[in-house]
């Protein structure tokens, strides 16, 4: 009986609880195998002695068992694998904030001390390559002439608008053109930005950035970190 909240079994009985849980569960596996083997022992010495038990069936019996033992010893390590490699995520995950990432993207994160850069994928060769911005309401303010590019190409905004006024830090959209075969095109863009958090998705989602400016995105989509 509890008295003032004191377990029956002692002011630090439940220190051993957990152990104690973690014993019977463990020797739950032990018991199914002596019920199995008690099975059998008990199947032999009853069978009839005009039609003893084939030795395949009795074989078969144990590697059905074995199986099922088997199938229950890989879950467990699994599920150790499992927590062991979010252990990981997570230590490694830690060692991405404050660092760089180049993400694919059409807006970025302009700062007041490193501006806001990115990546062009420019397909084929192109000889009036072109980078424009604009602010967060679609609004253009800086046209970056690139001129002759193939592959991919970097740039870097200064954050400065065509008439040479230092525009606020914060977030802009971006995009990049130029003339393929006569004809206008848009390229594929990405961006830089500052790993300011990490989240160690569940569900087999992995690692998850959270980058300033730019909102959440999978590390998976992480091209380059600096």
């Known amino acids: ?8 079994d002692g002011a630090y009985a439940f220190l051993n609880k957990g152990t104690k849980a ?5 020797n739950a596996g032990l018991l199914a195998m002596e019920d199995f083997m008690s099975l059998m022992t008990t199947q032999l010495k009853n069978q009839d002695p005009l039609k003893p038990m084939e030795s395949g069936d009795f074989l ?8 099922v033992s088997g199938i229950g010893d890989l879950q467990t390590s699994f599920e150790s694998f499992a927590k062991s490699m979010q252990s990981d995520q997570a230590l490694q995950g830690s060692a991405l904030v404050g660092r760089s990432v180049l993400v694919p993207s059409s807006i970025g994160n302009m700062t007041a001390e490193n501006g806001m850069k990115g990546q062009i994928n420019v397909a084929e060769r192109v000889t009036d390559l072109k980078v424009q911005i604009y602010s967060e309401n679609g609004v253009p303010v800086r046209t970056i002439e690139m001129g002759s590019a193939d592959g991919y190409t970097n740039f870097t905004w200064d954050g400065l608008s065509d008439n040479g006024e230092a525009l ?14 006569g004809k206008n095109a848009a390229f594929a863009t990405a961006t830089v930005a ?6 160690v998705g569940s569900g087999g989602q992995g690692l998850v950035l959270n980058l300033g400016g730019i909102g959440s995105v999978p590390f998976s989509e992480a091209q380059e970190i600096t």
């Not at 009986?1 to 029956?8: F, K």
């Not at 973690?22 to 463990?26: D, I, L, N, P």
């Not at 078969?60 to 199986?67: D, K, S, V």
């Open 168 to 181: 606020t830090p914060g977030v802009y959209q971006f995009k990049a053109t130029g003339t393929v075969g």
């Open 1 to 8: 009986m509890a008295i003032n909240g004191i377990d029956s």
């Open 60 to 67: 078969g019996q144990i590697a059905a068992f074995g199986t």
């Open 194 to 199: 500052k790993v300011d958090s990490v989240l």
């Open 22 to 26: 973690a014993e019977e569960e463990k």
